[in-house]
C-alpha cells in the first residue's frame, strides 16, 4: 500500500508521515528530505528560494527510493499533476492520498519555529499560494486514477493530528 502525505509547507506531512511508517515499520519517502541531504551546491541554492524542482528529476530520486518497496509512505509527491502523472505512467499505485489542511497564519507559525534557512515569511507564502492554486487539479487526477482521499484538519497537537489520520486510514482501509 502506498499512503501519500499532500498540503502546504509546514503543515505537519513529515511529522506526521514519518511517525505513520515508524508505526506501520514502512519505508518514509520525503521529496524534500532527499533534496535537503543534497550536498550539490545548485540544490542548496535554489532551496534557499520558493522555485520548485524539475518534475522528472524529483521523481527519479523518489523512484530510486520505491524500487522494489511494496508499501510505503510518501512526503509531499507527487507535489505537481505532472509528479503524478508520471507515477501512474510508471505503473506506480497510491492508495490513499492524505490532505493535512492547515491555515496560512499556523503554517507561518510552525514554519518560524522551525527555523530553517529557507523559511523565510515570503517563501512559505509563495509556496502556500503554489500548493492552494494546483492541488484540486492533482487530487482530482489522483481520485481518477483509484486513490481514496483524505482530507485532514491539520491543526492540533501532533497527537490530535496523527490520530484523526489513522482514523481515516481505517475506515478508508475498511471500504
Not at 28 to 47: H, M, Y
Not at 73 to 90: N, S, V, Y
Not at 109 to 135: C, H, P, V, W
Amino acid at each position: 500500500m502506498r499512503i501519500i502525505f499532500l498540503g502546504g509547507p509546514g503543515s505537519g506531512k513529515s511529522t506526521v508521515g514519518n511517525r505513520l511508517a515508524e508505526d506501520f515499520n514502512w519505508p518514509w519517502i520525503s521529496s524534500g528530505e532527499i533534496l535537503r541531504e543534497s550536498k550539490e551546491p545548485w540544490v542548496v541554492e535554489r532551496l534557499k528560494t520558493a522555485a520548485l524542482f524539475d518534475d522528472e528529476m524529483v521523481a527519479g530520486l523518489v523512484f530510486s527510493r520505491l524500487h522494489g518497496v511494496k508499501d510505503a509512505i510518501l512526503d509531499g509527491f507527487p507535489r505537481t499533476l505532472k509528479q503524478a502523472e508520471i507515477m501512474i505512467e510508471r505503473g506506480e499505485e497510491i492508495n490513499v492520498v492524505v490532505e493535512l489542511v492547515v491555515p496560512l497564519e499556523e503554517i507561518q507559525k510552525r514554519l518560524f519555529l522551525r527555523g530553517r534557512e529557507q523559511d523565510t515569511k515570503e517563501i512559505a507564502e509563495e509556496r502556500y499560494n503554489d500548493y492552494e492554486r494546483t492541488k484540486t487539479e492533482l487530487i482530482a487526477y489522483l481520485v481518477g486514477n483509484g486513490s481514496k482521499i483524505l482530507t485532514i484538519d491539520g491543526v492540533g497537537t501532533q497527537d490530535e493530528v496523527y490520530n484523526r489520520v489513522i482514523e481515516g486510514i481505517r475506515e478508508v482501509i475498511k471500504k
